[in-house]
């Protein structure tokens, strides 16, 4: 079973990475090794990257039935909502256009 970070590690790992330290000289500090803090930098960089794309983190399993929904899940949501139906409504536009391309070219035929 892996090890669960809290946020407060997660976030002093991330200044220190920020600082310019290395995984090896945080791993120290910390008490942690270098491998986990890479792992810890890694996923936390995904995370910033999906909510920044304005897609939804989804948690694997079934949710807790005490599940508290912080206000970034609720952001990433609602961004992703708005990106898929930004999506569809740029498909059905191109189809849109295919079709009276179509149209346009039997008519002549």
């Known amino acids: 079973m892996g090890r669960h970070f ?6 002093a790992v991330i200044e220190m ?3 310019g330290y290395t995984h090896r000289e945080i791993g120290e500090k910390l ?3 270098k491998e986990q803090i890479a792992e ?3 996923r936390h ?3 910033t990257r999906l909510i920044q794309g304005g897609l939804a983190i989804r948690k694997k ?3 807790r039935k005490d599940v508290k929904i912080n206000d970034t899940d609720k952001i ?3 961004k992703y909502e ?3 139906k930004d999506y569809e409504i740029n498909r059905l536009k191109m189809q849109n256009e295919l079709l009276r391309d179509f149209l346009c070219e039997v008519e002549r035929g």
């Open 82 to 84: 708005l990106g898929r």
């Open 76 to 78: 990433a949501a609602i």
């Open 45 to 47: 960089n995904k995370k």
């Open 6 to 11: 809290g946020d407060l590690i997660i976030n």
């Open 31 to 33: 008490g942690y090794e």
């Open 17 to 19: 990475k920020n600082k």
């Open 61 to 63: 399993g079934r949710p």
């Open 40 to 42: 810890l930098v890694k």
